[in-house]
């Protein structure tokens, strides 16, 4: 089962969770080392919602970039195990971040939980495709599933620098906004909802100009997180 | 999905784990009013593993306390996601403790991660009978399942009434004690390791005397622990 959560934690693949983190400690005037945990956090949880969303009662695949999904290459239960196991890490993770400890978690099980991440994976497992007809049920879908993730991203960055409620709050909308964007591109590559294709295009593009005016707002030192909006909107 | 998770939290069941917290809150002088979140939070840590436990990949089990199992009853997909709601809204609960989430977070992800309770279940799937020949190998694997959300549970009730780091070692080792002792009378009936059944009843008698003595140490506050310890051993 360790050998299964290293497999799914250390796969091919962008760590743009942990980078939009770091970034936005940075954007507060922290330091990466105090954001490292929770850098190492967000991907572990990121990893499970992969392990568990492949699993064949969910979506049932087989690959993953490139490489056998976790319950392929090391079955069913373990796969389930493992995801759990790095569900578990993640919270772990977050203890280490000493009196940002409990903002954090609160954060995490919030954004990650039933209400957001967790209740879009359940939507998509259940809803009926003539309930997604619209841009905006799509985006409260995109919202939830890929959204709350980075919004998670954002703000414990923000908390893992010791930022006030305010900031992380703002970096939580910055995080929504490129997930959001993130997610219409995904569907444009994979051509689902195409017929709402020209309208998400522009959606886009306001939800980069939306993250890239809060980067800005953090002057000299929101510039990576200047640099990160900047390429999720060139995604468009 | 929520309907889910509330189904599997709220069926029949004896709450030990919670109670085995707020007496150990109780013995080290706290108020069961600050324990409660951490109380929640293991009752809904074990509901979740018996979610997991419960699937096709696991045990595949239908019925739990005389009702359909959560994957039965919600199908395969929503109970995987049901489980994962319980295990983050776990940690999202210790969150609660305000200075003592931090502490509270990394014991919870000690005991219920990967090198005890998920651990445990791993060996559960993947190991012969015959490596389970003894009755210590048989001892570490109930450590791991069983022993360790026990002792997770008493070192929380320590955690959340500010008990020092060295009484909450003693709390995990009364928890650890009773919590194998508890397993031991379980596979007694369910008519598991059969061959072992003598030894294991002998130590049932040694861990329950173990855990009274740990009790003791508190003193009159410690009463409410005790009774517990020799309910326990009065499963022998």
Redesign the interface.
């Known amino acids: 089962?360790?050998e299964a959560?290293h497999y799914a934690a250390t796969g091919p693949g962008k760590r743009l969770r942990p980078a939009v983190l770091l970034a936005a400690a940075e954007a507060c005037g922290g330091a990466h080392a105090n954001a490292l945990p929770a850098a190492a956090a967000i991907e572990m949880l990121h990893a499970?919602t992969l392990v568990?969303d492949d699993?064949p009662?969910?979506d049932d695949d087989d690959e993953r970039r490139g490489r056998p999904t976790v319950h392929v290459a090391f079955?069913?239960?373990?796969?389930?195990?493992a995801?759990?196991?790095l569900?578990?890490?993640a919270?772990?993770a977050?203890?280490?971040?000493?009196?940002y400890?409990?903002?954090a978690?609160?954060v995490?099980?919030?954004r990650?939980?039933?209400f957001e991440l967790?209740?879009g994976?359940?939507i998509d497992?259940?809803a009926s495709p003539e309930s997604l007809g619209s841009l905006a049920s799509v985006e409260r879908l995109h919202a939830a599933k890929t959204g709350a993730l980075f919004a998670a991203a954002a703000e414990l960055g923000g908390i893992a620098a010791g930022a006030p409620a305010a900031t992380c709050a703002s970096l939580g909308r910055y995080g929504l906004s490129i997930g959001i964007a993130f997610q219409h591109a995904d569907d444009r590559d994979d051509q689902e909802f195409q017929e709402l294709a020209e309208a998400a295009k522009e959606r886009m593009r306001v939800l980069g100009e939306e993250a890239r005016a809060i980067a800005q707002s953090f002057g000299g030192r929101g510039a990576r997180l200047a640099s990160i909006a900047a390429w999720f909107a060139s995604q468009a």
């Open positions: 089962m360790i959560m499970y568990h699993l009662a969910m079955g069913e239960g373990i796969a389930i195990l995801g759990d196991g569900l578990t890490a919270f772990g977050l203890a280490e971040l000493g009196p400890a409990g903002a978690v609160a995490l099980a919030r990650a939980g039933a967790l209740g994976q359940a497992l259940t």
